[in-house]
C-alpha cells in the first residue's frame, strides 16, 4: 500500500490512527445465541449494527441456533476450528464447553464488570467453581403461571397457591373448547423447566446431595411427577409436541386458560386482546401454600476466542452491551422474559421506558419479584454440579416425564429409572 505524501513523516500508532479504516487491522467476530424469534433477533441487530458503526475495527456478526442442536453442535464447531467467538447460554451448558477446553476463566474481566455495574452475586456464582469464572452474566429469567383475570374471576376462581386449588381451578376452566392449564410433555428443554419448577415446588429441588451423589429417586419427586402427569389431563392433546411457542399460542388465542411460561407479554400485546389489566401473573402455585419456588436461569457470554485480538475485541463488544444505555435495549428484545443482572441495569431509563415495559410494568416487577426465589437443577444450595450438564443435554427430566405420560410408566418406577439413566450419563 502507497503512504499519502502527507502522512510519510509520521510513524507508528499516529500513522495507523490516520491512515483509513480499511487500512487497519479488522477483527471479525461471530455470536451464537438461541433467541430465534424474529423480533429478538432484529433487536439483536440493531444492536450489533450500532456497535460495528462505533467500533469500526470490530465486526460482530450474529448466528442464531436452536437449543434442540446446540448441545452437539457447539462442542463439534469448537473442535473443527468452526465455532463461535461468542456464545449466549445457560449454567449447565458451560461445564460441557468447559469439559473440552473450549472456555478460559473470566474472572478478572468479571471482577472489572462488577466494579461497574454490581452484577447479582446469585448471576456470578452460577459459573463459578474450579477455580474460575467461566462466563460473563447477561440476563436472568424466571417462570411463572400466567392467567387472565377475567376468565378466573368468571369462573368464580381466585388464583391458585397450593397444588389442590391449582389442580381444581385446572379442572374447572376445561369446558366450553378452553383447556384449564396449558403443559408440555415433548422431550425437551421447555419441559425440563416445568418439570422442575414443580419439582422446586415439592420439596424435590435439590437433584443432588451434598456429596455430590444423585438425589432425584426420592418420594417428593414421585409426588412431582404424579401432580404433572395428573394436570396434562387438562392440557391439549397435542401437548406432547409442545415447544415454549406452542404454549405462548395457546394462550394468546384463549385457548389455554393458564400456562406456566418465562413471559407471554410480547405475544399477548401483539396476537391477543393486549389489555395489560387482564394479564396476570403469579407465582407458580406450591404443594401445601408455602414459599413458592421457580426454575431460573441467569444466562451469560461465554468467551470462545483462543485468539488473544478476538478475545479483546469480544470484551470490548460485552463492555458496550453492559453500558446501562445499551444494555435496557437488549433486555427489552423480550420484554418480561430478561431480566436485569446488574445494579445499574435494573434502575437504567433505558429498560424502564421501553413502551412496552411502561405499559406491562405492574407485571414486570412482579415477575422480578418471583425470580427473587429462583433455583436451578445442579445449582442449588450455593453449590455448582458440573455433572448436570450431561443430564441436561438429554434432558432426563422431561425423559422421565414421558416415560409416565406416554407410555404409562408408574411413576415411582419412571422416577427410579430417570435416576439410573443420570447415573449411566455421568459416571
Not at 374471576?153 to 392449564?181: F, H, N, Q, R
Not at 406432547?240 to 393458564?258: D, I, P, R
Not at 430478561?338 to 421501553?354: I, Q
Request: aromatic share 10%.
Amino acid at each position: 500500500m502507497t503512504i499519502p505524501k502527507r502522512y510519510s513523516r509520521l510513524t507508528g500508532a499516529a500513522l495507523i490512527a490516520l491512515l483509513p479504516v480499511s487500512a487497519a487491522a479488522q477483527v471479525d467476530l461471530t455470536l451464537w445465541h438461541m433467541e430465534q424469534p424474529p423480533h429478538r433477533v432484529e433487536r439483536v441487530q440493531i444492536l450489533l449494527d450500532e456497535f460495528n458503526a462505533s467500533h469500526p475495527e470490530i465486526t460482530v456478526s450474529q448466528e442464531p441456533q436452536n437449543w434442540g442442536e446446540v448441545y452437539a453442535k457447539a462442542p463439534a464447531a469448537l473442535a473443527a476450528g468452526a465455532g463461535p467467538d461468542m456464545l449466549f447460554a445457560i449454567p449447565d451448558f458451560t461445564p460441557i464447553l468447559k469439559g473440552i477446553g473450549a472456555l478460559t476463566s473470566v474472572e478478572d474481566f468479571v471482577t472489572e464488570l462488577d466494579a461497574v455495574h454490581d452484577f447479582n452475586p446469585s448471576a456470578v456464582e452460577a459459573y463459578s467453581y474450579d477455580d474460575g469464572v467461566w462466563a460473563v452474566p447477561l440476563y436472568n429469567m424466571s417462570m411463572n403461571l400466567w392467567y387472565r383475570p377475567s376468565v378466573l374471576s368468571a369462573a368464580g376462581i381466585d388464583v391458585p397457591t397450593t397444588w389442590d386449588e391449582w389442580k381444581a381451578a385446572a379442572e374447572a376452566l376445561t369446558k366450553d373448547g378452553m383447556y384449564g392449564m396449558g403443559l408440555p410433555a415433548n422431550q425437551q428443554l421447555y419441559t425440563d423447566q416445568t418439570v422442575y419448577s414443580v419439582m422446586a415446588n415439592g420439596g424435590a429441588s435439590e437433584i443432588y446431595n451434598a456429596d455430590g451423589s444423585l438425589n432425584f429417586d426420592t418420594p417428593e419427586t414421585v409426588a412431582a411427577y404424579s401432580f404433572y402427569n395428573d394436570m396434562l389431563a387438562f392440557s391439549p392433546p397435542d401437548a406432547a409436541s409442545w415447544t415454549w411457542g406452542e404454549a405462548e399460542a395457546c394462550f394468546a388465542s384463549n385457548s389455554c386458560a393458564m400456562i406456566m411460561q418465562f413471559s407471554v407479554i410480547s405475544t399477548y400485546d401483539t396476537q391477543a386482546e393486549g389489555v395489560a389489566s387482564d394479564l396476570g401473573v403469579a407465582a407458580i402455585p406450591s404443594k401445601d401454600g408455602g414459599d413458592s419456588n421457580t426454575i431460573a436461569y441467569a444466562n451469560a457470554v461465554m468467551l470462545l476466542s483462543q485468539d488473544d485480538e478476538k478475545m479483546e475485541a469480544s470484551k470490548t463488544f460485552v463492555r458496550w452491551l453492559l453500558q446501562p444505555e445499551n444494555y435496557g435495549r437488549f433486555l427489552n428484545m423480550e420484554p418480561g422474559l430478561f431480566m436485569p443482572v446488574t445494579a445499574d441495569g435494573a434502575a437504567a431509563d433505558s429498560y424502564w421506558s421501553d413502551p412496552m415495559v411502561e405499559k406491562y410494568r405492574g407485571q414486570i416487577e412482579t415477575v422480578i419479584e418471583n425470580s427473587q426465589n429462583g433455583m436451578l437443577f445442579g445449582f442449588t444450595s450455593g453449590r455448582v454440579f458440573p455433572a448436570i450438564s450431561a443430564i441436561s443435554a438429554q434432558n432426563v427430566l422431561a425423559e422421565t416425564l414421558q416415560a409416565i405420560a406416554i407410555t404409562g410408566t408408574d411413576a415411582a418406577q419412571a422416577v427410579t429409572d430417570g435416576q439410573a439413566r443420570m447415573q449411566d450419563l455421568t459416571e
